[in-house]
């Protein structure tokens, strides 16, 4: 009787000890880390950008071409957008939202693109 009592005393040690550590948070991995870009086009005098603020709180600014009203303008900045984001997801990141705001009408037009990625790293 002592031997199956002791038997099923640390089996039900293990199955609590199991059932508690369970509950226990693990430090962080490292993965999931955001970065968020801004794409500011400023159709005034100020330039337009891009900023980009990496998960190490780095940042990075990245210049676009001044406005203009022509399609050069609109392609080229196009260009820088697409080669960064390309840029960025070699790196591992993958767009997790996007958000555009701004009063391209008034005299003080200011489009701001707010893209949100993740790394999986």
């Not at 080229?76 to 840029?87: D, E, I, P, V």
């Amino acid at each position: 009787m002592n031997k199956w009592y002791l038997i099923s005393t640390v089996l039900a040690l293990l199955m609590a000890f199991g059932v508690l550590t369970s509950f226990v948070i693990q430090p962080e991995s490292g993965k999931g880390k955001y970065l968020v870009m801004r794409i500011y086009e400023n159709f005034t005098v100020t330039s337009s950008k891009i900023i980009i603020n990496y998960p190490d709180s780095t940042f990075e600014v990245i210049p676009l071409e001044p406005f203009k009203y022509n399609d050069n303008y609109l392609v080229k900045n196009g260009q820088t957008l697409t080669r960064t984001l390309n840029q960025l997801n070699d790196k591992g990141y993958r767009i997790v939202t996007s958000i555009a705001d701004g009063k391209p009408t008034s005299n003080r037009s200011m489009m701001i693109t707010t893209i949100i990625m993740s790394s999986q790293q």
